[in-house]
């Protein structure tokens, strides 16, 4: 099954932990993408990949890092994690520059 | 200015009406257009995806753009209380291969 796959779904951790949420796509798409959703704002572009090793901030990068060392695998790394980065985050991927995203189902994460 | 922008809502409909969602966007470059909806709890899935001026209609859903007007529509026809969701707009801009979303319009169809 076509799919892109987040984990963990869910994710309480401590203010400063390093944590990593990993995305993987079995599709062969070029392009990878990070989203956060907060209530009111949408969604929201943190980084994006155009390919293994090419990666661009989107609008909310900061306190943010990611790596695509693979062409399926587009982790989103949070060095030191603090409340504001509580949020819902989708990793989403795309065949090409002009189709829509497919997205993952999610990763809720607090910051307490 | 927000890139894309979008009535909030929330808009209820009786089943069986016709749902009309607006969109805007701020970048006249931004080439493709498309409308996901999101069910509470869960990820967006692309339903409309439109690049040229017109109408496109995919089932019960029809896309339009105006691209003069910088102006994007969803109808939704014989509305379901299945179609009841948070419909988004997103339009993408190819230089920067970044896809910009509206906050979204929360609809309910009410049996």
């Known amino acids: 099954e076509a799919q892109v796959t987040q984990n963990p779904r869910y994710l309480i951790t401590v203010t400063g932990k390093k944590l990593t949420v990993t995305c993987s796509q079995n599709m062969n798409h070029e392009y990878m993408s990070w989203y956060r959703q907060d209530p009111g704002l949408g969604l929201r572009q943190i980084y994006y990949?155009?390919?293994?090793?090419?990666?661009d901030k989107g609008d909310v990068p900061e306190g943010y890092k990611v790596s695509r060392k693979e062409k399926r695998n587009f982790p989103l790394i949070l060095e030191s994690p603090s409340p504001n980065q509580t949020s819902l985050y989708f990793c989403a991927s795309s065949f090409s520059s002009n189709y829509g995203y497919t997205f993952g189902s999610g990763t809720r994460l607090t910051v307490v | 200015q927000k890139e894309v922008e979008q009535n909030s809502g929330p808009l209820s409909v009786p089943e069986g009406a016709i749902a009309s969602l607006n969109c805007t966007y701020s970048d006249r470059g931004s080439q493709s257009f498309f409308w996901y909806r999101q069910y509470s709890g869960k990820s967006p899935e692309l339903i409309m995806f439109?690049?040229?001026?017109g109408d496109k209609e995919d089932g019960r859903f029809t896309a339009q753009l105006n691209k003069a007007s910088q102006y994007v529509s969803l109808l939704i026809r014989d509305s379901q209380p299945s179609d009841s969701a948070t419909y988004l707009c997103a339009a993408r801009v190819p230089r920067d291969y970044k896809l910009s979303f509206g906050a979204g319009t929360t609809v309910t169809v009410r049996a």
């Open positions: 990949s155009m390919n293994v090793e090419v990666t």
């Open positions: 439109i690049y040229s001026n």
